[in-house]
């Protein structure tokens, strides 16, 4: 994180896409959390690729956290880092 700059970058390797995810636009319930799959609304993604300017990026609202994701063999894998708060 270049604080100064106002960036977050990802140095990986073995990924395909990275997709930064902020809050739902919405906290409200939309599910029974003890059966449903999804009872809360998912998070806002708000950029793709390995930087994100957080000075210029719309839509960033509390934190942002960064979502790496891969193919392989009919599989989907995915690793999500803990979000950074913004002030």
Do not use: C
Not at 3 to 31: F, M, Q
Not at 49 to 59: E, P, R, S, V, Y
């Amino acid at each position: 994180m270049d604080e100064k700059a106002g960036t977050i970058t990802v140095t990986a390797s073995n990924y395909d896409s990275i997709r930064w995810i902020s809050a739902p636009s919405s906290l409200n319930i939309t599910g029974d959390y003890r059966v449903d799959n999804q009872p809360w609304p998912m998070g806002t993604v708000v950029h793709t690729g390995n930087q994100i300017d957080l000075k210029k990026t719309a839509g960033i609202k509390n934190y942002v956290r960064a979502e790496l994701t891969r193919q392989e063999n009919g599989h989907t894998y995915r690793v999500f880092t803990n979000p950074f708060g913004i002030k």
